[in-house]
Nanobody, 120 residues
Framework: QVQLVESGGGLVQPGGSLRLSCAASGSIFSTYVMGWYRQTPGKQRELVATIARGGSTNYVDSVKGRFTISRDNAKNTVYLQMNSLKPEDTAVYLC??????????????WGQGTQVTVSE
């Protein structure tokens, strides 16, 4: 299992930016599919973005053009740069690691989450 620790959340005004980080343990980080998900009370967990071992990315439509996922395999870290934030982006953001794209996220590893609040 990969251990994941998220950081970078906080309170930001609409239109602002935040960068989330997810530090992973283990020497096989570079082979994993990494993803960011978000959860709000009473709603199902939502996929935000994923990045494959080769660097290909995928985003939910609501964040396309505003969020960018990236990874630094030398630092065992995946990032989520969030720009033009909206109040509806408010959620707990969770990092996920899975060995390949055929493995369901629930069978991968999860971080503890970091709160992002977008409000005046």
């Amino acid at each position: 299992q990969v251990q994941l620790v998220e950081s970078g959340g906080g309170l930001v005004q609409p239109g602002g930016s935040l960068r989330l980080s997810c530090a992973a343990s283990g020497s096989i980080f570079s082979t994993y599919v990494m993803g960011w998900y978000r959860q709000t009370p009473g709603k199902q967990r939502e996929l935000v973005a994923t990045i494959a071992r080769g660097g290909s990315t995928n985003y939910v439509d609501s964040v396309k053009g505003r969020f960018t996922i990236s990874r630094d395999n030398a630092k065992n870290t995946v990032y989520l740069q969030m720009n033009s934030l909206k109040p509806e982006d408010t959620a707990v953001y969770l990092c996920n690691a899975r060995p390949n794209r055929f493995t369901q996220p629930d069978f991968g590893s999860w971080g503890q989450g970091t709160q992002v609040t977008v409000s005046e």
